[in-house]
């Protein structure tokens, strides 16, 4: 039998604001556990929360950028659960006014086709504080955390409008795409400014309705987020093909192991009890305050990348790539701008840049290669100073920090030979040194020609160490080996 999965996702993005939510405390991630827990993060008797005005603007932007309803009201409620993080014994969210209604996101699928992606709703909602199992407090025992309780969270719901684990991290990748840009969240996964609840179920191909869903919990990664997706639906199918039952749980997926596990039965809302949240009063949003929000809004990646296919002559796709971070969009714009050179800017960027970047594990911020100084290098490139392959051995030594590319290619006596007189000579003794290779060009068939002309040209790019002008050699190249065969011939 063959099977369809429907996919929706609920993901906790992090606010990037000073102070929590309710509390002055601070959100400054990595400082001495429990020393940025107030006595309202502790829920301390006679204490009282205070909304964050920045939190609710921080979450009409996002309304805005997925073309969301913004109600008129949102109100609070208390979400009531045991869980030894949680000090309060309740968690202060949104469920039946949330302060985002229905929206939708475009995606654009590998082939090029567009789908809009549903977004049920969004809601403000604290975070949890952490329990940290390290094993240093002692056989058995485990720490609690509460400098991150407090932290304000936008819980973005979608529709079950994903099908397949490949349209689910695109989904993911545009909405970690968008916080960013818009400056609400900082994106660092690592960190858990973006983590990634998945709803999982199957049905049989062709069906229309929805099976039993799982859901698995903090995905704090793309990689993850596939790989515990992939897993899933496999284990869903082949516990029906078995002739069994999907049970509705929540899930947690090991990424070193690669397993999944269940964590407990999966609850509906009436299991925790929601009701208003008495010392909050119900959030006012008028339409003035979102006008001004509106107009404050920075550039969204898909009017980034139509800028940058508009002004920069790049393709779509590169465009897109781009696009997706501000911080790889301006430095892309700083290269294209140094070098004059915008497709070669791109294809630096996106190519060795990248490629390197992301074998390190590096953010483009932490780049070690300077958007300038790359700049530079390629605009070597064009005006044909190196070649290619030359700048590609300069690159490695900027990234290893030995000096700007004009201090290399100095240092190094690594300047292409453009010289014609100088590549003459150098293709003449090439062709004298080499008659076996010169007779195999001329009296093998045009077809086989490009090949024979590639082994010569090798030889000469080996002879002047990579530093040919390969262009104006490979001309210079084929014209005597061209007259050579006329000669021969007549």
Not at 72 to 89: T, W
Not at 124 to 138: R, V
Request: neutral net charge; contains cysteine.
């Amino acid at each position: 039998m063959r099977w369809d999965s429907v996919i929706g996702l609920e993901i906790h993005v992090q606010l990037s604001t000073v102070t929590k939510i309710f509390s002055g405390a601070s959100t400054l991630f990595g400082a001495k556990p429990n020393s940025q827990a107030c006595a309202i993060d502790l829920a301390m008797p006679g204490t009282l929360p205070v909304l964050n005005s920045k939190a609710v603007d921080n979450a009409i932007m996002l309304g805005l950028a997925i073309n969301a309803e913004i109600p008129p009201i949102s109100i609070f409620e208390r979400k009531n659960y045991f869980y030894p993080d949680l000090p309060k014994g309740y968690q202060t969210t949104q469920l039946e006014w949330p302060i985002i209604g229905k929206g939708k996101v475009p995606i654009f699928l590998k082939d090029g086709t567009k789908k809009e992606i549903r977004i049920h709703h969004a809601h403000l909602e604290e975070d949890a504080g952490k329990s940290l199992h390290s094993g240093s407090f002692g056989s058995g025992l485990s720490g609690i955390d509460l400098n991150r309780a407090g932290t304000p969270l936008i819980e973005i719901v979608t529709e079950p409008d994903l099908s397949s684990a490949t349209e689910a991290v695109i989904f993911a990748k545009k909405i970690h795409s968008l916080v960013t840009s818009l400056g609400i969240c900082d994106g660092h996964m690592a960190e858990g400014s973006l983590r990634f609840d998945v709803n999982v179920s199957v049905r049989p191909n062709g069906s229309t309705a929805l099976g039993t869903r799982t859901e698995t919990k903090n995905l704090n990664s793309f990689k993850f987020m596939k790989e515990a997706i992939i897993l899933e639906i496999d284990r869903q199918i082949e516990i029906l093909e078995d002739g069994g039952t999907v049970i509705q749980e929540t899930r947690l997926y090991n990424g070193e192991t690669k397993t999944g596990y269940s964590m407990r039965s999966k609850e509906e809302a009436n299991d925790y009890r929601y009701f208003p949240c008495p010392d909050l009063l119900p959030v006012k949003i008028t339409k003035s305050h979102v006008q001004e929000i509106q107009k404050k809004l920075p550039e969204l990646p898909d009017e980034r990348s139509i800028r940058l296919v508009s002004e920069y002559g790049i393709g779509a796709f590169e465009a897109d790539i781009l696009s997706t971070s501000k911080e790889l969009s301006n430095y892309f714009e700083i290269v294209a701008g140094k070098c004059k050179n915008p497709k070669q800017a791109a294809n630096w960027t996106l190519g060795e840049l990248m490629g390197r970047l992301n074998t390190a594990n590096l953010p483009i911020m932490e780049s070690p290669v300077a958007a300038e100084d790359l700049g530079v290098l390629v605009e070597r490139v064009c005006d044909h100073t190196i070649s290619g392959k030359i700048a590609k051995q300069v690159f490695e030594a900027m990234w290893k920090g030995e000096g700007t590319a004009d201090v290399i290619i100095r240092d190094r006596n690594l300047k292409q030979l453009t010289d014609l007189k100088t590549l003459n000579e150098l293709v003449t003794s090439v062709i004298s040194d080499n008659p076996k290779m010169v007779n195999d060009f001329i009296t093998s068939g045009p077809q086989h020609r490009k090949k024979k002309l590639g082994g010569l040209m090798g030889q000469i790019m080996r002879r002047s160490k990579g530093q040919a002008d390969p262009k104006r050699t490979n001309d210079l190249l084929a014209r005597k080996l061209c007259e050579l065969t006329n000669e021969q011939e007549d």
